[in-house]
């Protein structure tokens, strides 16, 4: 079992999702944010009591950017040559097999990461066992 070279407890500065100004009120204005342009607007101007705008300081630490929850960061594979730019970064990256990757490529990839000491973080997707089948 490979686990992370460092493990930091990873925090968040803000959970909550931004949402765009206005979006509670109606339906075709969509929560994804957009920042507020108008002359007169109050979020733009930062009223109190106001949602709150994105800003660079609500960013994460540079050292948990990225991590996983298990201390590792993603890297996505689609083949087992990828596996092999993991070799020496076993410890830190954690391989993630992409969504259009046939069972019989899982299988490879599965069987060359356990060889490499690589750790794949959706390792039972579409693989079915022999007592299953």
Not at 60 to 72: A, C, E, I, V
Not at 79 to 91: C, F, I, Q, V, W
Request: charged share 30%; no cysteine.
């Amino acid at each position: 079992m490979v686990t992370p070279l460092v493990k930091h407890a990873i925090v968040k500065k803000r959970t909550k999702k931004f949402k765009r100004h206005q979006s509670d009120r109606y339906k075709k204005v969509d929560e994804s944010w957009r920042k507020p342009k108008g002359i007169d607007n109050r979020v733009r101007r930062r009223f109190k009591g106001q949602i709150a705008m994105p800003k660079i300081g609500y960013g994460s630490n540079q050292k948990t950017r990225h991590l996983l929850p298990n201390g590792f960061k993603k890297f996505l594979v689609k083949n087992t040559s990828d596996l092999e730019l993991l070799l020496m970064h076993n410890r830190v990256y954690a391989a993630e097999i992409a969504h259009n990757i046939s069972s019989r490529k899982r299988i490879a990839i599965l069987e060359r990461a356990a060889q490499l000491n690589v750790k794949v973080t959706n390792a039972g997707a579409r693989v079915r066992t022999a007592e299953n089948e």
